[in-house]
């Protein structure tokens, strides 16, 4: 039986706000963005060629506050080119910082959820 991840909920306290960011700077796909009725709004963004994607909205069952999703990774193949991505769409990444296990950069949404970026390193 195969189970997969797919969907991960990031909490922000502002829907278009956080939207823009993550389809701009950050340069996920905007796949959803709907208005659902009595408040609800549902917008899924995913990353170009991932499997998973984030959700972002107001909906009808409680979540986290935001600012308190912490850790989220994103691989990539070359840090060095998505830095120079990230930098021109002018997402604060800082310095790629070389670790044995990984390169690695850190960013974070309007809200303060936080994103790592990866690149694995082969040995």
Excluded: K
């Amino acid at each position: 039986m195969d189970v997969r991840l797919e969907l991960i909920a990031v909490p922000v306290t502002d829907v278009d706000r956080a939207r823009d960011f993550y389809a701009h700077q950050v340069g996920f796909h905007v796949d959803f963005d709907q208005a659902m009725g009595d408040g609800i709004r549902f917008v899924q963004l995913t990353p170009p060629g991932s499997a998973c994607s984030i959700a972002i909205g107001r909906w009808g069952f409680p979540q986290s506050e935001p600012g308190t999703l912490q850790g989220l990774q994103l691989v990539v193949d070359d840090i060095d080119a998505a830095r120079t991505d990230f930098l021109a769409r002018g997402l604060d990444v800082g310095e790629i910082q070389d670790l044995a296990w990984g390169r690695f950069l850190f960013f974070s949404d309007p809200d303060g959820n936080g994103w790592i970026v990866q690149q694995l390193v082969r040995r």
